[in-house]
T-cell receptor
């Protein structure tokens, strides 16, 4: 079945460090891909999305490119801030049927000053 | 535009009791999803409603149930509460094949 795999956390980085959170997926078709972020004590917020191969989603300095050849959607940010400390979820949603959204297990990021 | 709203924010129950959680989707959204997020764990898919019908169900026992009303709002019922039901319950809404928009969640504590 369809699935999403994320790198294991927690990830701890110093402020201004480069961030990469790996995400790979398995799907029988061509899904839309998403990154959601969950700040402490809050619900999930959509961070960015991509709906087709080679699309790049970007928001708040974060970027991710839909790579069909490697079935990946890695999240990157050039310089993290303490306020980026949160849990990040990669997700996919098929576009050809009314199918549920599939989330990865989440990656906890802590940014220290 | 109002986002997804959930109530109550916090709920404390004892074992064996019933809990009811409510969700109002974004205006125009017809799909409502429920997820359970236990402490330290990821999102576990519970239920998905669209146009008033249950479309999909996660791997949860029958004591987890719900419904969607004609105005597309939804409620989640958990019967015969157990300690391990303590979690953050997240509701999300969407329209068609679009992305999910989440509420802030309802935190259920079972004592």
């Amino acid at each position: 079945g369809d699935s999403v795999t994320q790198m294991e956390g927690p990830v701890t980085l110093s402020e201004e460090a480069f961030l990469t959170i790996n995400c790979t997926y398995t799907a029988t078709g061509y899904p839309s891909l998403f990154w959601y972020v969950q700040y402490p004590g809050e619900g999930l917020q959509l961070l960015l999305k991509a709906t087709k191969a080679d699309d790049k989603g970007s928001n708040k300095g974060f970027e991710a490119t839909y790579r069909k050849e490697t079935t990946s959607f890695h999240l990157e940010k050039g310089s993290v801030q303490v306020s980026d400390s949160a849990v990040y979820f990669c997700a996919l949603k098929m576009k050809t049927s009314y199918d549920k959204v599939i989330f990865g297990p989440g990656t906890s990021l802590s940014v220290i000053p | 535009e109002a986002g997804v709203t959930q109530s109550p924010t916090h709920l404390i129950k004892t074992r064996g009791q019933q809990a009811t959680l409510r969700c109002s989707p974004i205006s125009g959204h017809t799909s409502v999803y429920w997820y359970q997020q236990a402490l330290g764990l990821g999102l576990q898919f519970l239920l998905w409603y669209d146009e008033g019908e249950e479309r999909n169900r996660g791997n949860f026992p029958p004591r987890f149930s719900g419904r969607q009303f004609p105005n597309y709002s939804s409620e989640l019922n958990v019967n015969a509460l157990e300690l391990e039901d303590s979690a953050l319950y997240l509701c999300a809404s969407s329209f068609g094949f679009g992305e999910l928009f989440f509420g802030e969640g309802s935190r259920l504590t079972v004592l």
